[in-house]
């Protein structure tokens, strides 16, 4: 644990709130590290740890920010929360269509159970598991 933090990118994330980004570079490297470049990649790695991947920076916009192509976008100085990605709306044909189908669903649960490794449960939905109908 490093300061009250459990995770090493909240305190990356409370370092850059802050504007001392650059205090998170580890001390053994002393002076031999170049200050622009260390934050440069600092801030991108905070891009890539958004929790919306579809906000994450592409890999081929990494490499070009990593080869010095193009620059770092502006992260903003707080952890963006975690939103789920708003439903589809769905149409009554859909509906209809998809009655008395059935899919199977694995849902990843690791917060369950004590191990590392993903856990997953299994659910066979019908149609009106699948559009929340009544």
Request: glycine letters at 6%.
């Amino acid at each position: 644990m490093i300061d009250e933090f459990h995770f090493l990118v909240d305190w990356v994330w409370s370092k850059h709130r802050e504007g001392r980004i650059i205090d998170v570079v580890d001390e053994r490297l002393g002076d031999e590290y170049v200050v622009e470049e260390a934050q440069k990649m600092l801030i991108l790695a905070l891009a890539c740890s958004h929790p919306i991947a579809g906000e994450r920076p592409t890999t081929e916009g990494i490499v070009q920010i990593i080869s010095g192509l193009a620059p770092v976008s502006y992260v903003p100085p707080f952890k963006p929360a975690f939103v789920w990605p708003s439903m589809p709306s769905v149409e009554e044909d859909d509906i209809n269509r998809l009655s008395g189908t059935t899919e199977s669903r694995s849902f990843p649960t690791t917060h369950l159970g004590s191990g590392s490794a993903p856990k997953y449960i299994s659910k066979e939905l019908s149609a009106s598991d699948k559009f929340n109908i009544v």
